[in-house]
């Protein structure tokens, strides 16, 4: 079993930025896709970016050229790097793990195995 614990949300003005990281542990040894999701209320969740075992990364159209995911396999934290952010990104971010590649799980929260608690973004 794996735990995911989010951090590094918070409030901030439009164009602003904030990190967000996700401390994995339990068992973690092994591949696993790694992503963020956003979820604003009465929305369903959405994909925000994904990175595979060996660093590859995808993005949502709407997160690409200001967000960067990342992680650091001797902490086993994943990090989400938002820069000029606006207030549609306003949400509750989600980390996520799914055992093995990424391949074709974008965008698809019920391909993920474990999830943090969140951590909420908001941009005014």
């Known amino acids: 079993h794996v735990q995911l614990v989010e951090s590094g949300g918070g409030s901030v003005q439009a164009g602003g930025s904030l990190r967000l990281s996700c401390s994995a542990s339990?068992?973690?040894?092994?591949?696993?896709?790694m992503a963020w999701f956003r979820q604003v209320p009465g929305n369903e969740r959405e994909g925000v970016a994904s990175?595979?075992?060996?660093?590859?990364?995808t993005y949502a159209n709407s997160a690409k050229g200001r967000f960067t995911i990342s992680k650091d396999n001797a902490r086993n934290t994943l990090y989400l790097e938002m820069n000029s952010l606006k207030p549609e990104d306003t949400a509750m971010y989600y980390c996520a793990a799914a055992r093995g590649d990424c391949y074709l799980r974008f965008n698809l929260p019920a391909e993920y195995n474990y999830w943090g608690q969140g951590t909420q973004v908001t941009v005014s």
């Open positions: 990175i595979d075992a060996e660093g590859r990364t």
């Open positions: 339990g068992h973690v040894g092994g591949s696993y896709c």
